[in-house]
């Protein structure tokens, strides 16, 4: 029984608990909370009511579950107020709250040495006045003159309620509203963008001072992309300085790499016909499919290479490569697609990672299989009458000497 399953029996039989934030997770390889934006600016009571609207919108879309926030009161606790009559005397919110902690709190006066431990002498109030809150109101404070004036004179006291943590982010506070998501009945990145598309716009005109940003699985997975991105760029650069080296050709070696597009296309196909969601680890799958894809497009192109070398015509070159070397292209595919099949077969826990990474590569290279074997040497021809059409004769294999 996988553990979603666990969770979502767990979560009906729990059902709704009044005044408890409860999450369920169950994720192999965690990159934060499917859905996680971040509110910062303003004050606490702005950000907390902001927070209040957008769980609400977010929990109207369908798969999504246990949306909460990161805001979290902390215990009762009485807070000090100054009042203006502490100014003439010099007092400050720091004094009262440094006066009102020696006496409830203590101040430490002296260390007595026994044994090998240090005992603290505290001075405070006896135990008798420190069990009644009134005696904060029945305090005096001591002014920097040294006089003593009666509490109330010169501070409120009023209950509430602190926070148990607050968070920042550039010195501005911060509340995190996040939430899950049921894969079977909606997606995350269809909810995020319908919010930026919809809803986030009009928060952002309702309470103009707050700004918003993408957390959690979200911004783990642009930071991803990102990387990805500028690491496929430099894998398809070294791709084509390898195949432009030996082959003694600028054009030729974006013939062979014309496989990687459509190998990309497959993975693709792969996802949709097996029904399962692109992921990190499919785009993952995609990069290294690049560097395979070639290969068959490599035999194929430096066999019609040393045909014409040999004074072969470049149609006939290239009939003879497609019938030589369809074999050994075909049999190649098709042992790499079985290869992955047990992985792509696994639906088991262990196989969660892999096994969109196997399919990128097994569709992709059966995809580009085709490709090969029908475009790459169409396109070959035509490349060829075009040098030949534009007088361009340097960009093609020297022949061999005597053909």
């Known amino acids: 029984m996988p553990a979603e399953a666990v969770v979502t029996r767990w979560r009906e039989l729990a059902g709704v608990l009044a005044e408890a934030d409860i999450g369920y997770t169950a994720d192999l390889v965690s990159a934060g909370e499917p859905i996680n934006i971040a509110l910062r600016g303003g004050s606490l009571e702005r950000l907390r009511d902001a927070a209040q609207q957008l769980k609400g919108v977010i929990a109207t879309y369908p798969g999504v579950m246990d949306v909460s926030d990161s805001f979290r009161g902390g215990k009762r606790e009485l807070q000090i107020d100054i009042l203006p009559t502490a100014e003439p005397l010099g007092l400050t919110l720091a004094d009262l709250g440094r006066q009102v902690r020696q006496a409830f709190y203590g101040e430490e006066v002296q260390r007595v040495q026994r044994e090998r431990d240090d005992i603290k002498v505290m001075l405070r109030y006896p135990r008798s006045r420190r069990e009644n809150i009134a005696e904060v109101e029945r305090m005096f404070i001591r002014t920097p003159a040294g006089d003593e004036v009666p509490f109330n004179t010169v501070a409120r006291v009023r209950y509430g309620v602190g926070f148990a943590a607050i968070s920042r982010t550039d010195r501005e506070r911060t509340v995190n509203v996040v939430g899950g998501i049921d894969l079977e009945l909606g997606n995350a990145n269809e909810v995020i963008d319908d919010l930026k598309r919809t809803y986030l716009p009009e928060l952002g005109a309702g309470f103009p001072e707050l700004e918003y940003a993408m957390e959690g699985e979200q911004r783990e997975q642009s930071d991803t992309l990102g990387a990805m991105r500028r690491g496929g760029a430099l894998a398809l650069l070294a791709i084509y ?66 045909q014409r070398a040999m004074g072969v015509a470049t149609s006939d070159a290239i009939r003879i490569a497609g019938a030589a070397r369809f074999r050994p292209i075909l049999l190649t595919s098709l042992t790499t697609f079985a290869g992955l099949l047990p992985v792509i077969g696994d639906v088991g826990f262990a196989a969660a990672l892999l096994r969109p990474m196997a399919i990128s590569l097994a569709f992709g290279v059966l995809f580009a299989t085709t490709v090969t074997l029908i475009i790459v040497p169409a396109a070959y021809a035509i490349l060829e009458d075009f040098l030949n059409f534009s007088g361009s004769y340097g960009d093609r294999p020297e022949p061999a000497e005597g053909a």
């Open 241 to 306: 300085a390898l195949l432009a080296i030996p082959l003694r050709s600028y054009t030729q070696p974006l013939l062979i790499m014309l496989a990687i597009p459509f190998g990309l296309i497959g993975a693709v196909v792969g996802h949709i016909l097996l029904g399962t969601i692109l992921s990190m680890s499919s785009l993952m799958g995609m990069v290294a499919l690049a560097g395979v894809v070639v290969n068959d497009s490599l035999v194929l192109v430096s066999y019609v290479n040393q």
